[in-house]
C-alpha cells in the first residue's frame, strides 16, 4: 500500500520569508510519480509539478523549488520570497506504477498562509 | 477551451435522501476519478472509471455509486447509506501527462 505524509497540518508566515513544505512517501512499486498540487480558495486543485522515480534531479520553477530524494523517500517544496497570493492548501500526491492511468493517493494537505 | 465541469457547486440534501453529482469533460480522457475532501484528511478516492462501462471503487466506496455510459460523463450519487455525506467532492480526468480537476461541489446534509 501506498501511503503520502505532509506532517505541517498549517503554517504561517509573512511576506517574503521563504517556507518549505514537506513530504514523506511510502511505496514499495520502484516506478512512480510524485506531484505537488494547489489548491486556493475557490477549491480547484492547480497542477504545480509532476516528477518520476528515476529523475532526482531538483527542480526550480520561478519562486518554487522541488528537492527529491528517494534516499529518504521525501519530496519537498518550497516558497522563496513568499507572497500574500501563495496562500492556499497545498497537496503532495503520489501515483505508482508506470502508466498514466490509476488513483492518486494524497496527502492530507498543508494550510500556508502567508500573512502582508 | 477544453476542461472539466462539475454542477452544482453547492447542493444541500435532506437525511434520507439520494443526490446525484454531475461531472463533465471534454478533454477526451479515457480515465475519470472521484475525490472526497474532509478537513485535515486530503482527498481520498471514492470511484474511478478507465474506460466506458467499466469502472472500480476507491477507498471509501461505500454509500456512493457511480456510472460511465458515455466518456465525457462521470456522475457520483450519494445515497442515503453514506452516514456523513457532508463534504467537497471533486471530479478529475487523466491522460498520459498527467491530471485534471474540476472546481469542485460542496455538498451539505441539512
Known amino acids: 500500500a501506498q501511503k503520502v505524509t505532509q506532517a505541517q497540518t498549517e503554517i504561517s508566515v509573512v511576506e517574503k520569508e521563504d517556507v518549505t513544505l514537506d513530504c514523506v512517501y511510502e511505496t514499495r512499486d520502484t516506478t512512480y510519480y510524485l506531484f505537488w498540487y494547489k489548491q486556493p480558495p475557490s477549491g480547484e486543485l492547480v497542477f504545480l509539478i509532476r516528477r518520476n522515480s528515476f529523475d532526482e534531479q531538483n527542480e526550480i520553477s520561478g519562486r518554487y523549488s522541488w528537492n527529491f530524494q528517494k534516499s529518504t523517500s521525501s519530496f519537498n517544496f518550497t516558497i522563496t520570497a513568499s507572497q500574500v497570493v501563495d496562500s492556499a492548501v497545498y497537496f503532495c500526491?503520489?501515483?505508482?506504477?508506470?502508466?498514466?492511468?490509476?488513483?492518486?493517493?494524497f496527502g492530507q494537505g498543508t494550510i500556508l498562509t502567508v500573512h502582508p | 477551451d477544453g476542461g472539466i465541469t462539475q454542477s452544482p457547486k453547492y447542493l444541500f440534501r435532506k437525511e434520507g435522501q439520494n443526490v446525484t453529482l454531475s461531472c463533465e469533460q471534454n478533454?477526451?480522457?479515457?480515465?475519470m476519478y472521484w475525490y472526497r475532501q474532509d478537513p485535515g484528511q486530503g482527498l481520498r478516492l471514492i470511484y474511478y472509471?478507465?474506460?466506458?462501462?467499466?469502472?472500480q471503487k476507491g477507498d471509501i466506496a461505500e454509500g456512493y455509486s457511480v456510472s460511465r455510459e458515455k466518456k465525457e460523463s462521470f456522475p457520483l450519487t450519494v445515497t442515503s447509506a453514506q452516514k456523513n455525506p457532508t463534504a467537497f467532492y471533486l471530479c478529475?480526468?487523466?491522460?498520459?501527462?498527467?491530471?485534471?480537476f474540476g472546481s469542485g461541489t460542496r455538498l451539505t446534509v441539512v
Open positions: 472509471s478507465q474506460i466506458v462501462n467499466d469502472f
Open positions: 478533454l477526451n480522457h479515457d480515465a
Open positions: 500526491a503520489l501515483k505508482t506504477g508506470g502508466t498514466s492511468y490509476g488513483k492518486l493517493t
Open positions: 478529475a480526468s487523466s491522460i498520459v501527462g498527467g491530471y485534471t
